[in-house]
C-alpha cells in the first residue's frame, strides 16, 4: 500500500473514535446526537431549503446557460459509457435502498398523517397529496443537489486533470491553499458525510432485509438478526469492491436495474394498472403545478407540528450527506459528456422513474387501503415501516417469490451501494486516485459496516436518520463555495460555438 495520506489518517481516527463511542456508551451516543440534530432541525431547517432549492436553481441556469455546451473532459473526447450502463449506476449509487425501503411504507404514512400545512378534507386528496409529496422528496431536488457535487469533480478533474478530491474543486477560491491544511479539512468533511450518508441508507437496507426474512419465515426482526445481515452483506460486499469499477460494481448495477424493473412491471400489470398509470399522471401534474410553494414550505405559524423537520428537512439533510459519495461517483462515470447533457441525464431521468416507482408501489398500497379494505396501516404501524412493500407483495400472485426477489433486490442495492462507496472513500483519502488500493477499500468497508451496526444499536432507525442531519450541516456551507469556485472556472472558460443542423 502507497504511503497513507493525512486526510486518511485523520479520517480513520475520527470514525474509529466514533464506533468505539457507540460501543462503550450507546444510549449517550443517542442522546448527544439527538441534542445535535434537534439544534439543527429547529433553528436552521430554513437554511436546508433555502440551500436545496439554491442548488436546483443553480443546475436548471446551467442546462439553459451556454455553459452547458462545455464538455466534462477534452474536446472531442467520447463518453466512456452508453446510457444503459450511465443510467444503471446512476440509479444504483443514487438512491437504491432508499426507493426499495421508502416505496410503500411513505406514501401510505402522508396518507394516514398528511402534511400539517396542507388542507386536507377528505381520504381522495390525502391520497393524492400524499403521492405528490413523495415525488417531491425523491424528485428534482435530491437528483440536483447529486449533479452540483457531481459536475464540480467531473469538471476540474476531466476538464482540468486536477486530483478526483472535492478540495481540488475550490483552486480558483483558494489557490495554493488546497494543498495544505484547509484542503484537508474539506476533504475530512466530505469522508465524514459520506460515511454517514452511506450508513444511513445501508441502516435502512438492514432493517428491511432482516424484516422481510422475519416476514417470510416467522422469525423474530430481532437486533441479532440485523448484525448477522449486516456481517453476511458485508462479506459480499468486500469481496465485490476487490473486482473494481468495471466488473463487479458494473454487473452488479445492471442486475439490480433489471430486478427493479422487473418487480415494478410486475406489480403495475397484477395490481391496479389504470389506478396507478392514473395516479402517476395526475401526480406529476400536482407536483410541478406545487413545487415552488413545497420547496418553501415551512410550518412557521404552526409551532407544534414538526412535520417538516421530520421529512422534508431529513431527506434534505440525508441527500446532502449523501451528496460527496454519490457525486463522486457520477462524476467518475461521467467522463465526456457535455454539461447540459450530463445535468439533464442526472436529474430527469432518474426523477421520472422515481416518480413511476412511486406510483406503482405507494399507489398499490393506497389502493389496497381505499377500496379493498385491506389495512396495511396497521401492519406497518405494529411491525415497523420496513414490512410494508412485503406486506403489499403478498396480496398479489406470487407473493412469497415476489418477496423473495425484493429481498434479493435489497441485498444487491445494499451491496452495490457499500461497494461504490468503499470506491468513493478510497479515492478521497488516496488523493483523487481513479484506482484505489484494495487495502484502502477494505478498511473502509468494514468502518461503514461498523458505523451502520452501531447506530442500529443505539438508537434505531431514528439514530440513523439523526446521523444523517448532522453530517450533512457542514457539508452544505462547503457545496455553497465550492458552487461560487466553479462559476468562477466555467466564466472563464471559452464557450465552445452553438451547433446548427444544416437542411438540404
Known amino acids: ?20 463511542w457507540g460501543v462503550i456508551a450507546p444510549n449517550n451516543l443517542d442522546a448527544v446526537t439527538s441534542l445535535i440534530q434537534g439544534h439543527i432541525t429547529d433553528q ?37 459509457y452508453n446510457y444503459l450502463t450511465w443510467f444503471s449506476f446512476l440509479f444504483t449509487a443514487g438512491m437504491g435502498i432508499g426507493l426499495v425501503f421508502w416505496g410503500v411504507a411513505e406514501p401510505l404514512y402522508h396518507f394516514y398523517y398528511p402534511p400539517t400545512a396542507e388542507n386536507i378534507e377528505t381520504q381522495e386528496r390525502a391520497a393524492a397529496i400524499a403521492l405528490r409529496y413523495s415525488f417531491f422528496h425523491w424528485g428534482l431536488h435530491p437528483w440536483a443537489i447529486y449533479s452540483v457535487v457531481a459536475l ?39 469522508v465524514f458525510a459520506t460515511i454517514f450518508g452511506v450508513a444511513t441508507s445501508l441502516g435502512f437496507g438492514t432493517a428491511q ?27 459480499l460486499y468486500m469481496a465485490s469492491s476487490q473486482t473494481g469499477l468495471n466488473k463487479g460494481i458494473r454487473i452488479l448495477s445492471k442486475t439490480n436495474i433489471y430486478l427493479a424493473i422487473f418487480l415494478m412491471l410486475f406489480l403495475l400489470f397484477s395490481g391496479p394498472t389504470n ?31 414538526d412535520w417538516v423537520e421530520d421529512w422534508t428537512i431529513f431527506y434534505w439533510a440525508w441527500w446532502i450527506a449523501w451528496a460527496p459519495f454519490v457525486g463522486t461517483f ?6 465526456g459528456r457535455t454539461i447540459r447533457e450530463f445535468i439533464v441525464g442526472v436529474i430527469a431521468v432518474p426523477t421520472i422513474f422515481g416518480a413511476l416507482w412511486f406510483s406503482v408501489f405507494g399507489g398499490t398500497a393506497i389502493h389496497l387501503e381505499l377500496f379493498d379494505n385491506i389495512d396495511i396501516m396497521g401492519v406497518i404501524e ?21 418477496s423473495g426477489l425484493a429481498i434479493l433486490l435489497i441485498a444487491s442495492f445494499f451491496i452495490t451501494s457499500a461497494d461504490s462507496a468503499t470506491f468513493v472513500l478510497g479515492m478521497q483519502t488516496t488523493n483523487g486516485s481513479m484506482n484505489p488500493p484494495n487495502g484502502v477499500k477494505f478498511i473502509w468497508g468494514i468502518i461503514q459496516s461498523l458505523t451502520a451496526a452501531v447506530l442500529l ?48
Open 1 to 20: 500500500m502507497k504511503k497513507l495520506t493525512n486526510v486518511f489518517i485523520i479520517s480513520v481516527i475520527i470514525a474509529g473514535a466514533f464506533i468505539l
Open 330 to 335: 457520477i462524476a467518475r462515470v461521467s467522463r
Open 44 to 80: 436552521l431547517g430554513w437554511f436546508y431549503l433555502l440551500a436545496a432549492t439554491g442548488f436546483l436553481s443553480f443546475a436548471l441556469f446551467l442546462i439553459v446557460s451556454p455553459m452547458g455546451r462545455i464538455k466534462l473532459g477534452k474536446e472531442g473526447e467520447e463518453p466512456e
Open 457 to 504: 444499536w443505539s438508537g434505531g432507525l431514528d439514530a440513523l436518520q439523526t446521523a444523517s442531519i448532522i453530517a450533512a450541516f457542514p457539508f452544505t456551507i462547503i457545496m455553497i463555495f465550492m458552487i461560487a469556485s466553479l462559476v468562477k472556472a466555467l466564466r472563464a472558460e471559452k464557450i465552445p460555438p452553438r451547433k446548427v443542423k444544416k437542411y438540404d
Open 275 to 305: 389506478f396507478i398509470m392514473n395516479s402517476f399522471t395526475q401526480t406529476i401534474g400536482g407536483y410541478i403545478q406545487n413545487l415552488v410553494r413545497m420547496s418553501f414550505q415551512l410550518d412557521t405559524f404552526n409551532p407544534e407540528s
Open 209 to 235: 432485509i432482516s424484516g422481510g426474512i422475519s416476514n417470510l419465515f416467522l422469525i423474530e426482526n430481532s437486533t441479532f438478526l440485523q448484525m448477522l445481515v449486516i456481517i453476511v452483506i458485508t462479506i
Open 152 to 190: 464540480a469533480l467531473a469538471y476540474f478533474k476531466f476538464r482540468k486533470d486536477s486530483p478526483g478530491v472535492l478540495s481540488a474543486a475550490f483552486q480558483p477560491l483558494l489557490g495554493d491553499r488546497i494543498n495544505g491544511p484547509l484542503g484537508t479539512t474539506i476533504n475530512v468533511i466530505v
Open 382 to 402: 405494529e411491525s415497523g415501516m420496513e414490512i410494508a412493500l412485503f406486506t403489499v407483495l403478498q396480496e398479489y400472485p406470487f407473493g412469497l417469490i415476489t
